[in-house]
């Protein structure tokens, strides 16, 4: 999508990202045969864009562990146990972007940032697609981006595991991580 240059320097502010309209995701493979798909219900996050250099632009997201929702919730109570994301030691995962380098094509760019889960900080890159900017029926300019990258569980100490009687284990170390936002212009 080729953006007018008007639009991209109008894209220059702080912008909020609305929780209604944004997911942060996951999937992460399940006793080497399927996979199981999640996601964070409660977060939040500013972005601070530079339309006429978007180096110079930033990230922030707090997300709460306890919100972590897989549809099962006998396996969201252990997703929040101590042998995964120990939701009453550390209740957020956080991310704050401290690089972007534009990508392979002009509405892509490699956000590299800091994240934290279960105190534990690594820089990850994340592929960021810019989707496009608008004004809703509400009147509030909205930019929207779409966000991958992929983790080790075990990086951030995610280590808890069972072996198959066949073979393997019970839970893939990769973790694919999907995000989805819209964010408002803030006032």
Do not use: C
């Amino acid at each position: 999508m080729t953006v007018p240059s008007a639009v991209i320097e109008n894209l220059t502010g702080t912008w909020t990202i609305d929780p209604a309209h944004s997911q942060f995701g996951f999937a992460v493979r399940h006793a080497m045969v399927a996979t199981v798909r999640g996601s964070f219900r409660s977060f939040e996050g500013t972005l601070r864009l530079n339309g006429s250099k978007p180096s110079a632009s930033s990230a922030t997201v707090s997300i709460n562990t306890d919100s972590i929702d897989t549809g099962n919730s006998d396996r969201d109570t252990h997703l929040r146990s101590p042998d995964f994301l120990n939701t009453e030691t550390y209740p957020t995962i956080t991310f704050t972007s401290t690089d972007i380098k534009s990508g392979d094509d002009p509405d892509t760019y490699v956000v590299t940032g800091e994240l934290t889960i279960r105190g534990e900080t690594r820089a990850v890159e994340v592929v960021v697609e810019f989707q496009g900017a608008a004004v809703d029926s509400f009147g509030n300019a909205r930019v929207g981006f779409a966000a991958f990258t992929s983790i080790s569980r075990k990086d951030f100490g995610l280590t808890w595991n069972a072996p198959l009687e066949t073979g393997g284990v019970l839970i893939g170390d990769k973790v694919k991580i999907d995000v989805d936002i819209s964010a408002i212009r803030a006032s």
